[in-house]
């Protein structure tokens, strides 16, 4: 498992799974354990107990992290990021489709982000778009070749469905000579003729002859 080796201010949603560096900024840290544990794990239906760890998770700069922890960490006891257990179930349960697009951005700027199945689909199908090799995309989600390859050709699928179904016409490679070239282009190419100019009012009219258009 892969950790962040910074401790400086943590940028709220960008940590990895096993990064709690983020602990040392909370509001929570240095109690005594024992105080800890009696402040947010509390019976369930101690409301004011519930109310006071609440209080306390408000005024917390790191709150939304400590709940990131408890989610990705499957911790379903006690009081994290200033809601109960039944108030994060269902984030626990909708925790695989969550998507964020800060957090893919930030995978792709090098952070160790620890991506639901959601977060790495669209990771997937960018690592595509912007023509990434099946051994970068191992590298970058910790898979195999082969996996890696899989998931590209799946993208690649992807977007040849989506194309199909919209419409969309796939590029063809113009051969050479099969092009047809516009007018312009081609009386403008051409090459200029050594005879000269023949107008139609040049010729010689008979003097019997109607000046005008004949009727």
């Known amino acids: 498992m892969r950790h962040i080796t ?65 989610l990705e960490n499957t911790l379903k006891e006690g009081i994290w990021g200033g809601l109960t257990e039944a108030e994060r179930r269902p984030w626990h349960d909708g925790l695989p489709q969550r998507l964020d697009y800060g957090r893919v951005i930030a995978f792709f700027n090098g952070r160790d982000v620890h991506l639901t199945g959601a977060e790495r689909q669209v990771v997937i199908d960018h690592a595509y778009v912007r023509g990434w090799r099946p051994d970068r995309l191992a590298a970058a989600l910790q898979i195999s070749h082969k996996h890696a390859r899989d998931l590209l050709r799946q993208a690649a699928n992807k977007v040849f469905d989506r194309d199909r179904t919209l419409g969309v016409p796939r590029r063809k490679n113009k051969k050479k000579g099969t092009q047809t070239a516009p007018p312009t282009s081609r009386s403008a190419s051409a090459k200029p003729s050594t005879k000269p100019p023949t107008c139609p009012s040049a010729k010689p009219t008979s003097a019997h002859a109607s000046p005008g258009k004949a009727a």
């Open 6 to 70: 910074t401790h400086t201010s943590p940028t709220s949603g960008l940590r990895g799974i096993g990064d709690t560096s983020w602990h040392t900024h909370s509001v929570c840290h240095g109690m005594n354990p024992e105080d800890a544990d009696a402040t947010f794990f509390p019976l369930p239906r101690d409301y004011e107990a519930i109310a006071e760890a609440k209080e306390l998770c408000g005024l917390c700069p790191v709150r939304r992290d400590c709940l990131n922890y408890a």
